[in-house]
T-cell receptor, first 112, second 114 residues
Framework: GESVGLHLPTLSVQEGDNSIINCAYS??????FIWYKQESGKGPQFIID?????DKRQGQRVTVLLNKTVKHLSLQIAATQPGDSAVYFC???????????FGKGTRLHILP | EAGVTQFPSHSVIEKGQTVTLRCDPI?????LYWYRRVMGKEIKFLLH????????ESGMPNNRFLAERTGGTYSTLKVQPAELEDSGVYFC????????????FGSGTRLTVV
């Protein structure tokens, strides 16, 4: 499969610890933000999204935080598991029917 | 429901040859997108169909790339002639609307031009 982790920043986290992946987005007009997870040989998989009128949203073991002042997005994964190992991309969108723009991605590596 | 299906999963071709990638979106999804990821870099937008019409093709790199979606169902992306820099993974995604669940991506076609 594809080597998804080449040339990407890597975050190494002990199994069971919490992970925080950060992303700086580019367009202050963006109003919808998404986190995707990409495992080797697979397409990006939706994790969680947030609209610009919110600053926090929680899912199952994941939380997304949005700071529009500094154009920063973060993904928190609680109790990181081996299956969380992947490349994580943030993405932004200005119109619900328009294209989304991906960030550069962060590789999450789980330490045993 | 069936997911987004892409074919082939892998393709190795020589420089100068032609390759056609196919994407079958989720049934009923009017929006179809093509993206690609060149090794180690971010995922870049190529184009967006709404049904059979090209809504946005601003990401198409040059005229060697041709995308079609006749009948508003499946889509093809043809690269002719292929160059070395076209190597990467080509993803297709579809959506009914950009709703709370975002796009659904296919597993991609890994294209290697040698």
């Amino acid at each position: 499969g594809e080597s998804v982790g080449l040339h990407l920043p890597t975050l190494s986290v002990q199994e069971g610890d919490n992970s925080i992946i950060n992303c700086a987005y580019s367009n202050s007009a963006s109003d919808y933000f998404i986190w995707y997870k990409q495992e080797s040989g697979k397409g990006p998989q939706f994790i969680i999204d947030i609209r610009s009128n919110m600053d926090k949203r929680q899912g199952q073991r994941v939380t997304v935080l949005l700071n529009k002042t500094v154009k920063h997005l973060s993904l928190q994964i609680a109790a990181t598991q081996p299956g969380d190992s992947a490349v994580y991309f943030c993405a932004e969108n200005m119109n619900r029917d328009d294209k989304i723009i991906f960030g550069k991605g962060t590789r999450l590596h789980i330490l045993p | 429901e069936a997911g987004v299906t892409q074919f082939p999963s892998h393709s190795v071709i020589e420089k100068g040859q032609t390759v056609t990638l196919r994407c079958d979106p989720i049934s009923g999804h009017d929006n179809l997108y093509w993206y690609r990821r060149v090794m180690g870099k971010e995922i870049k937008f190529l184009l967006h169909f709404v049904k059979e019409s090209k809504q946005d093709e601003s990401g198409m790199p040059n005229n060697r790339f041709l995308a079609e979606r006749t009948g508003g169902t499946y889509s093809t992306l043809k690269v002719q002639p292929a160059e070395l820099e076209d190597s990467g993974v080509y993803f297709c995604a579809s959506s009914r609307i950009m709703g709370d669940s975002g796009y659904t991506f296919g597993s991609g076609t890994r294209l290697t031009v040698v």
